[in-house]
């Protein structure tokens, strides 16, 4: 373990000393597409420490495919300064409003590095902004919540970037409830100016939602146009809670055990696996980690598998757990007192639970016995019925 944290401290190192090696002057170039659609730049790449590499050059973004680089890959001396990056935009006559952009990416060329060799590079990138122009009537929305004691806050925000006043903007939000019902929110109907900024709300009460994510669809009207933005409200947090496990074992042998685990959250929560420490006397003794599953939403696993009592003697224990999924979330931890018995103790306590079971049955079916007496009774007699009518018609000649 200390070496890898001495490795990762020399990576860092190494890649530190690289980024204040190498730079790139601009950082970025901001394109208007109003101005043109044709455009030759530049910028530099700068040897700070004035040391030997070489680099690839590369383009990605969205505007990749409309930029063109005059050097795909440039060396450096130790006397070399900085040397220029030519490139070349050629804007398609139908940009997007807004902005859109393209990364020329600089990555250094690592050479002589061995497979016992620590070793680093550098990967910086010079910014293409292409600002597209925007119509006469155009907004930006989106979409919040702030999640309060008794309500839910749904919050539109809108900015006018177009070249005209808006005279009526709202907006309108759907979701479905924890019972697939469409709740329907609105805001207040208003106007936004040029480049002014508004929050537009609307709250509902938490208590139609159950934990969980609901998709929420925000459709804001202005004028004659509208934009829609999509996104997923989450209500509480995640949570599976262990609802069930075996309360007594066989001491010194290994045991089958049973969990259920169950999830609250509406949504499929995977990797879910639990952790167990034993105590005995306040004293750790033991530990051990269930087998990992994927329960659906707001469903029940049940988790068979083996717990090693081998060594452990009779008595009672104490079962920490803790729930662990998505590989990120963790539960609070749960106790769950577990008692390990002799062999005869133990069938005695299987026996009697058993014998419980069937009692509590039958103490539950009570009140309809009766009734399915009679039922049975009376289909018996139609049963007769039914075979002396058969007989009769079959013999009917004997009856004559």
């Known amino acids: 373990m200390n070496q890898k944290i001495i490795a990762w401290a020399v990576v860092l190192l190494l890649a530190v000393q690289l980024v204040m090696a190498i730079g790139i002057r601009p950082a970025k170039t901001t394109l208007i597409s109003e101005n043109g659609h044709d455009y030759s730049e530049t910028f530099w790449i700068v040897n700070n420490e004035g040391r030997e590499f070489a680099v690839d050059i590369y383009v990605d973004g969205e505007m990749s495919e409309y930029v063109t680089l005059t050097e795909k890959t440039l060396s450096f001396r130790s006397d070399d300064e900085a040397k220029v990056v030519e490139f070349e935009v050629h804007l398609p006559e139908n940009i997007p409003p807004g902005i859109s952009t393209a990364n020329i990416v600089v990555e250094e060329k690592l050479t002589g590095a061995g497979s016992n060799v620590i070793s680093s590079k550098i990967v910086l990138k010079h910014k293409i902004i292409v600002e597209g122009p925007y119509p006469d009537k155009y907004i930006k929305a989106k979409l919040n919540f702030h999640e309060q004691s008794n309500t839910i806050k749904f919050v539109s925000e809108v900015e006018n970037l177009g070249k005209l006043d808006i005279n009526q903007i709202k907006t309108t939000f759907y979701v479905n409830d924890k019972e697939q019902k469409q709740q329907i929110l609105e805001t207040e109907t208003t106007t936004l100016q040029k480049k002014e900024n508004k929050l537009l709300s609307a709250e509902v009460s938490r208590d139609?939602?159950?934990?969980?994510?609901?998709?929420?669809?925000?459709?804001?009207?202005?004028?004659?146009?509208?934009?829609?933005?999509?996104?997923?409200?989450?209500?509480?947090?995640?949570?599976?809670?262990?609802?069930?496990?075996?309360?007594?074992?066989?001491?010194?042998?290994?045991?089958?055990?049973?969990?259920?685990?169950?999830?609250?959250?509406?949504?499929?929560?995977?990797?879910?696996?639990?952790?167990?420490?034993?105590?005995?006397?306040?004293?750790?003794?033991?530990?051990?980690?269930?087998?990992?599953?994927?329960?659906?939403?707001?469903?029940?696993?049940?988790?068979?598998?083996?717990?090693?009592?081998?060594?452990?003697?009779?008595?009672?224990?104490?079962?920490?757990?803790?729930?662990?999924?998505?590989?990120?979330y963790r539960m609070e931890q749960k106790t769950f007192e577990v008692e390990l018995l002799t062999d005869e103790e133990f069938k005695d306590v299987s026996s009697g639970n058993m014998n419980a079971a069937l009692v509590g049955n039958a103490a539950g079916s009570g009140g309809n016995g009766t009734l399915w007496v009679i039922i049975g009774a009376l289909l018996g007699i139609l049963a007769l019925a039914g075979i002396y009518i058969g007989y009769r018609y079959t013999h009917k000649k004997e009856f004559e």
Do not use: C, H
């Not at 509208?226 to 010194?252: C, H, N, S, W």
């Not at 952790?275 to 068979?304: C, H, L, P, W, Y």
């Open 208 to 328: 139609v939602f159950e934990l969980g994510e609901f998709e929420v669809s925000a459709v804001t009207k202005y004028d004659d146009q509208q934009v829609e933005v999509i996104q997923k409200l989450l209500v509480g947090r995640p949570e599976v809670d262990i609802t069930y496990f075996d309360k007594y074992f066989i001491a010194d042998k290994i045991n089958q055990y049973a969990m259920e685990l169950l999830n609250k959250w509406n949504q499929k929560v995977e990797n879910v696996y639990v952790d167990v420490a034993i105590k005995k006397d306040d004293q750790k003794i033991d530990q051990f980690r269930t087998k990992s599953v994927d329960i659906e939403g707001e469903m029940v696993k049940r988790i068979n598998d083996y717990f090693d009592a081998r060594g452990k003697t009779e008595g009672k224990y104490v079962f920490e757990m803790v729930v662990n999924f998505w590989n990120s």
